[in-house]
């Protein structure tokens, strides 16, 4: 599958798109409810970035309700790896394992991740062979 061009979101527009990555689709409404429990949110706001993010072909929008439904036109796995190669580049300069090293000393993997993490390294291993 080819990888997916995405331009980088801003923080406020990550927020709304993990919003939209777990329901799939939600009003303005619906989104502004969310945000506005972790912390104090204007209405017009959260209104005002789906219509940027739409512009940017971030989201998506149906019309033909009433109340305007927005899913995310972008794939949840693309925005990760966009942001984790900018990480990587900027940060670590590119070395994926200065990158790891670092987030297991900051935050420990439990058993489960640590096992994924090791079929991950296998799969690579027999892809570089």
């Known amino acids: 599958m080819p990888r997916q061009h995405i331009q980088k979101p801003t ?19 619906e989104v502004h409810e969310i945000i506005n429990e972790r912390r104090p949110t204007a209405y017009t ?18 019309t033909e ?6 899913r995310a036109k972008i794939e949840q ?23 790891v090293m670092r987030v297991l000393e900051t935050k420990p993997a439990s058993d489960k991740e640590l096992a994924q993490i090791r079929r991950m390294l296998d799969e690579a291993e027999g892809r570089e062979k």
């Not at 706001?45 to 149906?62: A, D, G, N």
């Open 11 to 29: 923080e406020a527009e990550l927020e709304i798109l993990t919003i939209l990555w777990q329901r799939e689709t939600a009003t303005v409404r």
């Open 45 to 62: 706001t959260v209104l005002k970035t789906l219509q940027i993010m739409t512009e940017k072909s971030l989201v998506e929008r149906e």
């Open 65 to 70: 309700q009433k109340a305007h439904v927005y």
């Open 77 to 99: 796995a693309a925005t990760e790896r966009t942001f984790a190669e900018d990480l990587l580049d900027r940060v670590f300069g590119g070395s994926a394992a200065q990158l």
